[in-house]
T-cell receptor, first 116, second 110 residues
């Protein structure tokens, strides 16, 4: 398996533009997570899905953020409109079954978003 | 939300030295995981500890879970430049996904 695949790796956009980040989880993993990483706040959970169903989006900072998982092999995180404070590295991770104490997360390489 | 505090935040040492980094919480965790993150990449799972007092070894890395399951430590023996990276501890908050500490950024100088 190629692991968790995220695209694009880097995104530079102007304030007010729509940004879409993409993720392909590991085949067979039932749980998918979107995290955001900044120096100040570390890794923060934005939203997670279990069997393609959004379970908790309380970490999504504002209504400008939305996420979908139309099938088991694809998820998107969209920001519309984007703002400079959204600049961060966004990670997608998947897990076989996150409720299991022994289930580790496999992370993608991240998307570095810069909003100017 | 259960919080994980990691210390030190930054550590710079010479190749061959030993070091210990810590992960502490006021809450009990059912398990803790350690990840290493290299620049430009996502975190990679190193180990999971699930039993209070458990010790796990991964080559020169030794992980310990506290007896009360509120803390964990990572000890590296004879550090090498390849150990450089951000070390993150993480644990489940109840029945929800992992919460992460802010990490210890380790630099091993040759």
């Amino acid at each position: 398996d190629a692991g968790v695949i995220q695209s694009p790796r880097h995104e530079v956009t102007e304030m007010g533009q729509e940004v879409t980040l993409r993720c392909k989880p590991i085949s067979g993993h039932n749980s998918l997570f979107w995290y955001r990483q900044t120096m100040m706040r570390g890794l923060e959970l934005l939203i997670y899905f279990n069997n393609n169903v959004p379970i908790d989006d309380s970490g999504m900072p504002e209504d400008r953020f939305s996420a979908k998982m139309p099938n088991a092999s694809f998820s998107t995180l969209k920001i519309q409109p984007s703002e400079p404070r959204d600049s961060a590295v966004y990670f997608c991770a998947s897990s076989l079954r996150f409720q299991s104490r022994a289930s580790g997360y496999t992370f993608g390489s991240g998307t570095r978003l810069t909003v100017v | 939300t259960q919080l994980l505090e990691q210390s030190p935040q930054f550590l710079s040492i010479q190749e061959g030295e030993n070091l210990t980094v810590y992960c502490n919480s006021s809450s009990v965790f059912s398990s803790l995981q350690w990840y290493r993150q290299e620049p430009g990449e996502g975190p990679v799972l190193l180990v999971t500890v699930v039993t209070g007092g458990e010790v796990k070894k991964l080559k020169r890395l030794t992980f310990q879970f506290g007896d009360a399951r509120k803390d964990s430590s990572l000890h590296i023996t004879a550090a090498q430049p390849g150990d450089t990276g951000l070390y993150l501890c993480a644990g489940p908050s109840g029945n929800t996904p992992l919460v992460f500490g802010k990490g210890t950024r380790l630099s091993v100088i040759a």
